[in-house]
C-alpha cells in the first residue's frame, strides 16, 4: 500500500479532486468511479475518475498537509502546473 495525495480529473465534469489515501490507489479510484462513498459526495457526480497525479508521501499526516495546500490554491491552473513543474511537488514534500 502507498500512502499519499492523490488528484484524479474527470473529463465529463471538466474538474479534478484532491484526495489522500493509505490504500491501494487503484482501488480507491475505482470506488470513486462506483460511488462507494456515497451518492452525495463531489466524486459521486461523475464516473469518469482517471488519476492525474499521485504525490506518494512517507507518512498519512504529510499527505494530508499537501492535500490541504493543493485544496487551499483552489486554482486547477496550480494543479495542471504541478505536474508540468516537478519541482513545486518537491516543495510541497518539504511541507
Not at 490554491?73 to 502546473?81: A, C, F, R
Amino acid at each position: 500500500m502507498m500512502t499519499g495525495c492523490y488528484i484524479i480529473y474527470s473529463k465529463k465534469l471538466k474538474r479534478y479532486y484532491v484526495g489522500v489515501t493509505q490504500e491501494d490507489l487503484e482501488k480507491r479510484i475505482e470506488k470513486h468511479n462506483r460511488h462507494a462513498y456515497g451518492d452525495h459526495r463531489f466524486t459521486a457526480k461523475a464516473d469518469d475518475w482517471l488519476l492525474f497525479l499521485f504525490i506518494e508521501c512517507v507518512e498519512y499526516k504529510q499527505a494530508i498537509k499537501i492535500e490541504k495546500k493543493i485544496k487551499s490554491m483552489k486554482s486547477s491552473v496550480y494543479i495542471e502546473n504541478l505536474k508540468k513543474y516537478p519541482e513545486m511537488v518537491i516543495k510541497l514534500l518539504s511541507l
